[in-house]
């Protein structure tokens, strides 16, 4: 059974730094892409960012601006994304995504969150 | 930057098809893949690469993509099937989500 498990979210105040981790299982990790996609409260889905099976290809939403940094340790299942200079506006879910192909098609399992408040 | 554009709602009666588009420029030369989003619940993959239906989505599903347009549709809509609905797509290496259509089953 697949199963993506979100760590690290949290109340962190504006300008502050937080990183996420997804430990990934039930898979071969290191077959597939994975990606970041996030849900402010009330809102629609958003791409954040997104990492090839051999981190060859990483992607970002442009509205990021380099703030954010995404990576993935094939070795110990794991996907991160570190977080830099949050802003208010980046309060919301983090979902972290397995992809079904090894390099970005969509994405067919999801984990259930983490949710990341960014607030004084 | 590349939009997917989704009506914000969709009405349909329980036993009739539901019909949900997705606009873009020149969507019909991209994949188009659809979500479901239940209240409170991730999201769950129902169509992918235009009509694809992933093991395990109900038949009812389907989807097309052509022109400027992807639909998802979904036959015989059930009460369960009541959700948010999203599009997506890629477009210079980036991922794009359409804004959502909540589509209500009454």
């Known amino acids: 059974e697949v199963q993506l498990v979100e760590s690290g979210g949290g109340l962190v105040q504006p300008g502050r730094s937080l990183r996420l981790s997804c430990a990934a299982s039930?898979?071969?990790?290191?077959?597939?892409?994975m990606h970041w996609v996030r849900q402010a409260p009330g809102k629609g889905l958003e791409w954040v960012s997104g990492?090839?099976?051999?981190?060859?290809?990483?992607g970002y939403a442009d509205s990021l601006k380099g703030r954010f940094t995404i990576s993935r340790d094939n070795a110990k299942n794991s996907l991160y994304l570190q977080m830099n200079s949050l802003r208010a506006e980046d309060t919301a879910l983090y979902y972290c995504?397995?992809?079904?192909?090894?390099?970005?098609?969509?994405?067919?399992?999801w984990g259930q969150g983490a949710l990341v408040t960014v607030s004084s | 930057s590349y939009e997917l554009t989704q009506p914000p709602s969709v009405s349909v009666s329980p036993g009739q098809t539901a019909s949900i588009s997705c606009s873009g420029d020149k969507l019909g030369y991209k994949f188009a893949s659809w979500y479901q989003q239940k209240a409170g619940q991730a999201p769950v993959l129902v169509i992918s690469e235009d009509d694809r239906r992933p093991s395990g989505i109900p038949e009812r599903f389907s989807g097309s993509n052509s022109g400027n347009t992807a639909t998802l549709t979904i036959s015989g809509t059930q009460a369960m099937d009541e959700a948010d609905y999203y599009c997506q797509a890629w477009d210079s290496s980036i991922v794009v989500f359409g804004g959502g259509t909540k589509l209500t089953v009454l």
């Open positions: 995504a397995k992809d079904r192909g090894n390099s970005g098609v969509d994405f067919d399992y």
């Open positions: 039930g898979f071969t990790f290191d077959d597939y892409a």
């Open positions: 990492i090839s099976w051999n981190s060859g290809y990483i």
